[in-house]
């Protein structure tokens, strides 16, 4: 990654590039290339499809694996009772889905196999990838308000008892707050994964670049930026794991939205 | 000044928006935590609501860096 001058580029780590000699591969004029993208996709569905069958065995008295399955089901079947209620449990597939996606991806995404030459991507970091999850959440959303309530749908943006003068003003507000739910959804993830990944590769400059200059330079900025990456690392595990979370929350809160209206 | 040299000014500045985001996401924990010391007994059941809290301050910090990234590479 070092490039010229041997300086680190934080950004080229967001690079996507096909796989396997497949940049040319083709779908009615669309490239459908398998990129690198795409494998930690799949490595990370494998994983958590693996990882939901060893807890599949149904045991009455439930072994370590099975426990570790089911407490995280149970964490999200507690939240969407909490959130929306007892029509809630519908949605447990989904969001736990969602949930166990985004944390692996983002757990993925920080494994240190960079020391063994192997280059982690973490897909969540791409606003394509997150903009399409968010889409999915909001199409639910979508459907399920206009399959239960009909266009009484609409009633979710004037809020009980507003003063019949305020409905002009309330109406567009609350509609624009409704439309860019799906944009705040995704750019969240996005980015607090996006700054997270930058953060470590800058401060991984400081360290190569400020041993590189000498022992005095080592001494003053490679080891304390090296013990603060440590750190930030710790901080990034903690982020991954609230960034999945709070994607869940809310796409459950607007789930409620739809489902109870206000 | 030319324009390179405005966009890497515009990118800096708005660095001073993650700084005010991180004033509103430490209020928002340092507020649950002042009242969940008050009532420990109610704080479990508002970790939903201080996620939200978080997630809503974090976001206006977060849009930040996206104005900087996208004077940076975009504009």
């Known amino acids: ?262 | 000044m030319d324009a390179e040299a405005a966009k890497l000014i515009g990118a800096g500045l708005a660095a001073i928006g993650a700084g005010m985001a991180a004033i509103g996401v430490g209020n928002v924990f340092g507020s649950f935590l002042e009242s969940a010391l008050r009532n420990p007994g109610a704080a479990d059941g508002q970790q939903g609501r201080l996620f939200i809290g978080f997630a809503a301050a974090e976001l206006l910090g977060l849009l930040s860096f996206v104005v900087a990234m996208i004077l940076i590479f975009v504009a």
């Open chain 1, 1 to 262: 990654m070092a490039a010229e001058e041997g300086k680190v580029d934080p950004m080229h780590q967001f690079t996507i590039e096909p796989l396997m000699g497949s940049g040319g591969w083709e779908l009615a004029g669309f490239n459908i290339a398998f990129t690198n993208s795409a494998l930690w996709m799949a490595i990370t569905t494998v994983l958590l499809t693996l990882f939901v069958a060893g807890g599949m065995k149904r045991e009455l008295v439930p072994g370590r694996w099975q426990m570790m399955v089911e407490s995280a089901t149970g964490f999200i079947d507690d939240m969407l009772e909490a959130n929306i209620g007892k029509e809630g449990r519908k949605y447990v597939p989904y969001i736990f889905s969602l949930f166990m996606f985004i944390l692996f991806a983002n757990l993925l995404g920080l494994l240190p196999i960079g020391i063994v030459g192997l280059h982690p991507f973490t897909f969540t970091s791409h606003f394509t990838v997150t903009g399409v999850l968010a889409i999915i959440s909001f199409a639910i959303v979508l459907i399920v308000g206009f399959w239960k309530h009909g266009f009484h749908f609409f009633s979710l943006f004037v809020p009980h008892g507003t003063p019949l003068p305020m409905i002009p003003i309330i109406f567009p507000i609350e509609l624009i707050s409704f439309l860019v739910r799906p944009f705040s959804l995704a750019l969240r993830l996005f980015v607090a994964m996006m700054a997270g990944h930058v953060l470590l590769k800058v401060l991984s400059s400081f360290v190569i670049d400020g041993t590189n200059a000498g022992p005095e330079f080592a001494a003053l900025v490679g080891i304390p930026s090296f013990i603060l990456m440590i750190g930030i690392s710790a901080l990034e595990i903690l982020v991954a794991g609230i960034q999945a979370y709070v994607f869940a929350l809310l796409t459950s809160l607007y789930i409620n939205d739809a489902e109870n209206l206000h």
